[in-house]
C-alpha cells in the first residue's frame, strides 16, 4: 500500500433545503461581502437565484455578482471576475451552479489573493499560499469540485485546457441540496456520470497496486452511479436517486478513492482535457469518447485488474467485455463513444495529440503518454 | 436519503517512517511544548519512545510525559494529565498509542481549557467550544478515534463508561505507520477487527434507510477488515495487510460510513460499554459478545438488511446465517461470543442491563432500549 497524505478540510450541508442556510453559514463566519458567481438563467428558473438573494439580503450579507460562467469556463471571463472582487473588496466567493462555476469560482478566490499572471499557476505548477475562502450551492453533481482542491479552467486564446491543485482552494462549506439537481437535464446526467465513472476508474485501472478496500469503494461507487443514473432518466425527480448520485460523485474526488493505490493518473483526463480546449465539447463527453479507448490501448498493461472491473462491474469474466459493456453503457445513456459522435474528423487526431501532449508535460507524464502513443490511442476512438 | 452534515479537518499522514516527522510538524504548526501522553511499555519496546523524543528535541518542542493510560481509560488519570497539562502550560496534546491513548488525550485537551469539571461534559452532553490541538501517532488501528470527534472514558467510582463529541477535538494531524503496530498481538488484533466492524456495522443494520451506496462501502471495508485481519494473525509483519487494515479501521469511523442512513444507532456499543464499565473487559471483547445476541434481537426489525448482509458477507440466502457465520468467524479469530466466554455470570445480567440502560438515558435510546430489553438480549449473548 502506497504511502500519502490526506486533507479534507471541507464541510458539507447535505438535505433537502439547505441552500437557505447560506447567509447565516456566510454571517457566522463573519463574511461581509461576496462575489456572486453564477452561469447564465438555470438558477434563475429553478428559484435558485432569488432564494440565495433572499437568504443574503436577510443576513445583511452584501454581494456583487459575476454571472456568464461558461460551461468550460474561460481565462477572460475569470479575470473579469478577479478584477471585479479586487474592485469590490469582496470577502469571500460564493459559487452557486455546477463544476464550471465552482472552477471559475476557485480560479478567482487565488486570483484575488495574488499579484501576478493568473495563468501562471496553471502553466508552471506554482505553488498557491493564499486564497479568499470558497462557499459553494452545488447545482450539478458531477466534477467534485465541491470537496476538493482542484480547478480547470481553458485559455481560449491558447487553446489549452489546464488545473491547479491546492489546499487553499477546498470551499469552506458546501452546501448540496439534491432537489436543485431535480432540473438537470437527461443530456447533462449522462455526462456527469460519465464524468464521475471516469474519476474513480483512472487510479483503479492505471495503478501497479490497488488495495482491494479501494477496489472495492471504487466499485461500489461505480455501481451506484450507473444505478442512479438509470434511475434518474426515468425519474427525473427521484430524489433518493439524484442524492445518492450526488454524494457519490462527490466522494468519486474527494481524495478518498485514490489513497494507497500505487502509481496511476489521469491519462484519461489529460486526453479529454484537449478535446474540450480544442472543440468545447461538454468534459463528460470528451470522457466518454476517451475511456474506451485508452482502456483498450491500457489492457494488457494491467490485465488483472481489468478482469477485476468486468467482473465486479459487469458479470462476465472476460475483461474485453468490461470494455465493451462501459462504452455501450455510456452509448445507452446518450453519451458520444467516438470521435465520429462527436463530429470530430480523423484527419484531427494529430492535433489533438500535439494539444494532450503539450497537457502532458505540464502533469509530468509525457514519457509514457508520447505523441506516438497519444496518436495510437486516439485512433482507437475512431470506430 | 437522510440529510446530514459531514467535516473532518484530521490531516492524515500515512506510510512507513513517517512517526519521525511529528518535530518538523509540531514545530511548523508553532506548538512550542506538548504534553505526551502514552500507556506503558510498549512504545518503548518497540523503539518509539525514543523516535518521538528525538524528534522533539531535534525540533525544539518541550514535552511533559503523561503515561500510564490503561486500556480502558480512567477518569482519574486523564484529571492527573489535565492538572500536568495546566501546570506546564502545554500549547497541545501528543497522544501515542491506541485509541485509549487518544481518547485519554482528547479529553485532557477538553479539561485543560475548560474550567469545570471534566465528568460534566460526558454526563450531561454538555457542548465543548474549546480545546487544545491533539495530535496522534497510532500504534494500534481499531477505534478510529485518530480520525474522529469522539473519547469515551470510564469513571471509575461510577463504574460509567460514556463519550463526549465535538469537533474541536478531532486531531490536528494524525501519523499512522503500519509498521508500528506489527507487534500489536493476535489477541488484540482480534479485538480491533470486532471493534472495527462494530463501528460500521451497527448503523448498516440497523438503520431504517441504507442507501446501497452506503451499504456497498461498509460491505467492503468488512470484507477487508475479515480478510487483512485472516492475514495478520498468520503473518504479523504482513505490510500491505497491517495497512489495508489500520486505513479501514480508520475509515470505519471517520463519519463517512454511515451518512444519509435513516435511524439508527449505537446500541451494541451501550451494551458493551456498560460490559467494559463493569468488568474492564477489552472493547472488543465487549462487543464480540454482544453483537451476534444484538442481532438475534434485531434481525426481523430489518431483515432484507440481515438478508443482504448475509448474501454479500458470507455469500448466504439466509439471514440467521448471516448472524452465526459472523459469531464463528468472532470465535475463531479469538474472541469471546458469549457472557460465559469471558466468565461472566448469568445472574450479573440484571446489573448490566441497569449500567447500559443509564448509557441509555445519556444517549437517548432509553424509549427502544428498556431495561427489558436490554435483558432480553443479554440473555441471547448467554449460550
Redesign the interface.
Known amino acids: ?16 433545503g ?1 441552500e437557505k442556510k447560506i447567509g447565516e453559514i456566510l454571517k457566522g463566519d463573519k463574511i461581509g461581502k461576496v462575489l456572486f458567481v453564477y452561469g447564465k438563467s438555470a438558477i434563475k428558473k429553478i428559484g435558485l437565484y432569488d432564494t440565495v438573494v433572499s437568504s443574503l439580503k436577510e443576513n445583511g450579507i452584501e454581494f456583487v455578482e459575476h454571472s456568464g460562467v461558461k460551461p468550460n469556463p474561460v481565462l477572460s471571463h475569470t479575470k473579469e471576475g478577479i478584477e471585479k472582487a479586487k474592485d469590490y473588496k469582496v470577502d469571500a466567493v460564493l459559487a452557486v451552479g455546477g463544476g464550471s462555476v465552482i472552477d471559475e469560482g476557485k480560479t478567482i478566490a487565488v486570483g484575488v489573493k495574488n499579484n501576478r499572471d493568473i495563468w501562471d499557476f496553471f502553466k508552471r505548477n506554482i505553488e498557491i499560499k493564499k486564497a479568499l475562502p470558497v462557499y459553494v450551492i452545488l447545482t450539478v453533481a458531477a466534477t467534485g469540485s465541491e470537496m476538493n482542491g482542484f480547478a480547470v479552467i481553458t485559455n481560449e486564446e491558447t487553446q489549452e485546457k489546464l488545473s491547479i491543485s491546492s489546499e487553499y482552494i477546498f470551499p469552506k462549506v458546501s452546501i448540496l441540496n ?1 432537489e436543485l439537481t431535480f432540473s438537470v437535464s437527461a443530456q447533462y446526467q449522462a455526462y456527469a456520470a460519465v464524468d464521475a465513472i471516469a474519476h474513480v476508474i483512472e487510479h483503479y485501472l492505471s495503478g501497479s497496486y490497488c ?3 479501494q477496489s ?2 471504487i ?3 461505480i ?2 452511479i450507473m ?1 442512479t443514473t438509470e434511475i434518474i432518466l426515468k425519474e427525473p425527480k427521484n ?2 436517486a439524484r ?2 448520485f450526488m ?2 460523485a462527490t ?1 468519486a474526488l474527494n481524495g ?1 478513492a485514490r ?2 493505490i500505487k502509481g496511476g493518473g489521469f491519462p484519461n483526463h489529460m486526453i479529454a482535457h484537449a478535446l474540450g480546449a480544442l472543440y468545447d465539447l461538454p468534459h463528460g463527453a470528451c470522457l466518454s469518447i476517451v475511456i474506451p479507448a485508452w482502456m483498450r490501448w491500457y489492457l494488457d498493461k494491467n490485465l488483472p485488474q481489468f478482469e477485476r472491473f468486468a467482473r465486479n462491474i459487469f458479470n462476465s469474466d472476460k475483461a474485453e467485455e468490461g470494455i465493451e459493456n462501459l462504452k455501450s453503457w455510456f452509448k445507452k445513456i446518450g453519451s458520444p463513444v467516438s470521435l465520429k459522435d462527436a463530429g470530430i474528423l480523423y484527419k484531427d487526431i494529430d492535433m489533438i495529440a500535439e494539444n494532450a501532449y503539450n497537457i502532458a508535460i505540464v502533469w509530468q507524464m509525457e514519457k509514457t503518454y508520447t505523441k506516438q502513443v497519444l496518436t495510437e490511442i486516439l485512433k482507437k476512438a475512431d470506430d
Do not use: D
Not at 500500500?1 to 433537502?16: A, K, L, V
Open positions: 500500500m502506497e504511502s500519502f497524505e490526506f486533507f479534507n478540510p471541507t464541510r458539507i450541508i447535505f438535505g433537502r439547505t439534491p488495495p482491494k478496500l472495492r469503494f466499485e461500489g461507487l455501481k451506484s444505478e430524489y433518493n442524492a445518492e454524494w457519490s466522494v478518498l489513497l494507497g
